[in-house]
């Protein structure tokens, strides 16, 4: 069974598009990315699979329960943290972590108390008085403290520090370890390389790619440097380019295909110079957020 599973799940805002024919599925256990620019439809995805949103067509699965019609008894064993978190400000964090406790079997602000230390983050102080990366803290202690089965973060790291980030990236490690679900919404790549076993990127409310951390680091693509004394020849077409920028004496691109074939393409080229080397998933993935989704099928 798989933890989390979107059928053509499609989300409308009236006339508005949000998502449209989303489908994939996150294995249990798994560290699942997604990512997209802004509007992409990342949220509305979440907000769907949460049951704040009611699908226009198309279904969801948790755990092998509908979203929609088992969405109270799916509660329990999801930890949400939303990308902008909204408090009663004149609590202390303490009190918040009881009162949110109390939803929940067993006592589980003994568990928030030990991850506020582990976050370094003050339970005495209220609300109100909170930075705005603590106050994310606190969203993120509040999505974890039951420890649920699944956990869909909506960009959690926003806001916090890096040696905040980095801890807060040891905490979910551990709870991969221990079996947990983790699908979390991203504007950074480099988080989602640094922690996640598959991405999927999501682009004018439709998926354009799903892929696997370990086949991108396969070394399938490269980035190429060509040194000219003078003009690069804008005529010449090499195969496998995802991207290109030409300057007055170079051409640097991503090259997506077999080595020998793009050295066998280089020997025909008068250059100065060349480097090539490993690009990072930005570079890999920035076509995409330039391009159409479809146009190209490079990955
Ligand atoms: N309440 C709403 N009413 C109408 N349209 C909406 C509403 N919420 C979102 N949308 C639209 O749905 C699309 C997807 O938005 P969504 O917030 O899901 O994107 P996102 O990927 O989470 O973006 P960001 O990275 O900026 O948070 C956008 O075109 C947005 O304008």
């Not at 918040?96 to 589980?108: I, T, V």
């Not at 699944?150 to 980095?166: C, H, N, V, Y």
């Not at 979390?184 to 790549?189: A, M, V, W």
Request: proline share 3%; hydrophobic share 35%.
């Amino acid at each position: 069974m798989n933890a989390i599973e979107l059928n053509h799940l499609t989300k409308r805002y009236g006339k508005a598009r949000g998502i449209e024919d989303v489908t994939f599925q996150v294995a249990q256990g798994e560290i699942f990315g997604f990512i997209g620019p802004n509007g992409a439809g990342k949220s509305t995805t979440i907000r769907t699979l949460l049951n704040f949103l009611y699908p226009t067509s198309g279904t969801a699965k948790i755990l092998g329960k509908d979203v929609v019609t088992e969405a109270k008894n799916l509660r329990q064993h999801i930890g949400y943290l939303p990308s902008e978190v909204h408090y009663y400000d004149d609590m202390k964090v303490s009190e918040l972590f009881r009162f949110s406790a109390g939803f929940y079997p067993g006592d589980s602000s003994k568990h928030a108390l030990e991850l506020a230390e582990r976050l370094q983050l003050d339970t005495s102080r209220k609300i109100e008085d909170l930075s705005f990366g603590n106050k994310k803290k606190v969203g993120i202690i509040q999505a974890l403290m039951h420890e649920p089965q699944i956990l869909i973060l909506d960009e959690p790291t926003a806001g916090l520090d890096p040696l905040m980030q980095s801890i807060f990236f040891e905490l979910l490690r551990e709870l991969q370890q221990k079996g947990t679900t983790i699908f979390f919404s991203s504007h950074y790549l480099s988080e989602v390389q640094k922690l996640c076993n598959r991405v999927a990127i999501i682009k004018d409310g439709r998926m354009i790619k799903i892929e696997n951390m370990e086949d991108l680091h396969a070394k399938k693509f490269k980035k190429v440097h060509l040194h000219f004394q003078n003009k690069w020849d804008q005529k010449i077409r090499l195969e496998g380019v995802l991207q290109e920028n030409v300057t007055d004496n170079s051409y640097e691109f991503i090259y997506n295909g077999h080595t020998r074939n793009l050295l066998e393409q280089l020997v025909n080229i008068q250059f100065d110079d060349v480097t090539i080397e490993e690009p990072s998933l930005e570079e890999i993935f920035m076509h995409y957020y330039e391009k159409e989704a479809g146009e190209n099928d490079g990955l």
